[in-house]
């Protein structure tokens, strides 16, 4: 079994809010490292889009893709900088 394949089996509902953070900090740079081994290093902006999509672990019975991790967990929802929002200079409304 790939050492990748015991995340499915982790328990995160007991990490608190820094615990959680250092986890996925590791996790979405293991995840890079490891998608840019297999697949190679993206090089056009097409590539970088799925690249960032399409690299997942399956983590406590979910899926997380390098996309997922950075603007979902770590950036609290925000949405990406190359959103197209983002690019037409639409503010980002944090939610109370």
Known sequence: M????ELQRADL???NRDELMAFF???YNALVIHATVAFGTPTR???RLSFFKG???LID???FSA???EHGVLRGNKPP???LGALLGVKYKEKN
Do not use: H, K, M
Not at 2 to 5: E, R, S
């Open 25 to 27: 900090i590791n996790i």
């Open 2 to 5: 790939v050492a990748t394949g």
């Open 45 to 47: 902006t097409i590539e």
């Open 81 to 83: 900088p190359s959103s």
């Open 61 to 63: 019975g979910q899926r």
């Open 13 to 15: 509902s007991s990490l």
């Open 67 to 69: 996309d997922d991790i």
């Open 55 to 57: 690299s997942y672990y």
